[in-house]
């Protein structure tokens, strides 16, 4: 994500999410949905041509934006991780893990790295909570997992980033 | 016959390295493979979960269960026979119907769960898979709805309204246009249930909503998943996919005049979309902000038309009443709780699962019987029921019996029947405070009690715990939560209370 991606390229995507959903029933979600993952986030000037698409105002879609914790205005980093901040979680350890991470990162939750490879994000359940505690990554879920062990995957990340 | 071996594709056994270890059967495997000798499968998961991964070999006994499996047991596992059966491998665990937390439950709602490739159309119905959708199409809507009532089901997300009677609403609602939406926004913590179902036997909840559609004339329906949930999502279009070649989707089904579809829409992390109207909302593409009732989603729903909504598990409890009949289900629970309900083991327990029973078992029996007390080693001091919403039990609660009403007489909710324990070392201060945060950051904000309550909330604990004036801030955290209970517009900020009230109650050493 350090490269600057040309203004065109956005918009072109942007438009792209557009056009692959606007047949659908409430086709909102499923757009920004489709230029969170392809972009890491919905830029804020982006705002005007989905409501033009859609017939809505800026505010209505920015609204919608703002309320789903899966969007985002700002570039996200390069991987996410997600720890589970839930009771089952809690009980067994999830807290350990949630400062294991901040530490290591130096970071808060909804920040990322100056390096801009790694953003941290809370979770409220993952429907492991038969394996708590857990912690996702992109599509991948860790079940059981460890200080040790996210010690391990913090180093395989950071080792494929550099 | 090849012998099959069966490593699940369950999100829980994949966190925990079922992936790696079918990969490295496939290539110590691939001459037996290639010949047609052995045959890889991908089933869901038992829910036995503390087992997992657990691996299955199919034998002429039966199939004989291999579990925590790690990849570097592999070698050894097959050196010592396991793809023929042997036992000899300190993980091997007997047959797996032999298994005592699985042969204890009563299995009708996940009876197929584990046992079959959750996509093969062909294995779900060689277990008795769409024979509830063939009986419905020949009967009247009206008996289908019937059906429903009489077997007594009710709602299982977690508010338990009768389904049967939600139906006979939409049934009656005069419209061109019906919907059929499952919630699939499981958010609860401690709750898999639907997850697992979806993942394990998702065909089950595509006949179930079928049958719905049927039943109160509907020819479209949505399955709102939570993001979350990306292998379920997977499985869930992989087997629509799949309905559709077979005519048990689309048009005509099964050469019937019944038309009926179904589209899985993802969520967006929020946990208020997983209360109906708000999901709602969110369907049409709106912010997820509840909607006051009436009107009720039965008439009004999805884009104004009449509708149902019900959790994952309602659905996918409707065909085996089709198949079997509501008596054989009601024939199940107690009281005015009939049939199975399955509870989810979750936190600080030495074996978390899934356990499928009838309503009536106490909560002690599930905690040690089943759970078999703590992981840790510690002793187990409280256990929250019902989702982040639900109370917070002390031991001296524990031998109430699991039922909608037993827990009701003592201020507690089953809700999606998720358990959660903690050990002796829980800070019940910590875990009041954490269901006022909760609700800070899951609140729609359309109502003040939830939106304003809950910041409110976690200042006034603050202050509890740094000992300004405690006895007086107790007091005050006690009005906040009568506000909150009788002022919010949904269960969001009506039941935030719940724990907060039940640690306050039951833990209180932790306050003062």
Known sequence: MTQTIDQDAVSKKVAEAIQANLHLAGPLLPILRQIQSELGHIPADQVGQIAKALNLSRAEVHGVVSFYHSFTSDPQGKHIIEVCRAESCQAMGGRMLESKFKQDLGIDFHQTTDDGEISLEAVYCLGNCACSPAIRVGEQVYGRMTVEKAENLLNELRGESS | MSTRIYVPRDSSALSVGADAIATMLRQELSAQIDSGEVEIVRNGSRGLFWLEPLLEVETDQGRVAYGPVASEDVTALLEQGFAQGAQDHPLALGLTEEIDYLKKQQRLTFKRAGIIDPVSIDEYQAHDGYAGLRNALNMSPQDCVDAV???????????????????????????????????????????????????????????????????????????YLREEYPHADQILNEAIAIAKEHNFLGEAILGSELNFDIEVRLGAKSYICGEETALLESLEGKRGMVRAKPPLPALEGLFGKPTVVNNVLSFSSVPIILDKGADYYASFGMGRSRGTMPFQLAGNLKQPGLVELAFGITLEELLYDFGGGSRSGRDLRAVQVGGPLGTYMPKSQWKTEMDYEALAAIKAVLGHGGLVAFDDTVDMMQQARFSMEFCVEESCGKCTPCRIGSVRGVEVIGKIKNRERPFENIELLHSLCDTMENGSLCAMGGMTPFPVRSALEHFEEDFI
Do not use: H
């Open chain 2, 149 to 223: 009532k009489e077997s007594g089901l009710r709602g299982r997300g977690g508010a338990a309204f009768p389904t049967g009677i939600k139906w006979q609403t939409v049934l009656g609602a005069i419209s061109e246009q019906k919907y059929i939406v499952c919630n699939a926004d499981e958010g609860d913590s401690g709750t898999f249930a639907d997850r697992l179902q979806m993942e394990a036997d998702p065909y089950a909840l595509l006949e179930g909503m079928t049958i719905a559609g049927l039943a109160v004339g509907a020819d479209k329906g949505y399955i």
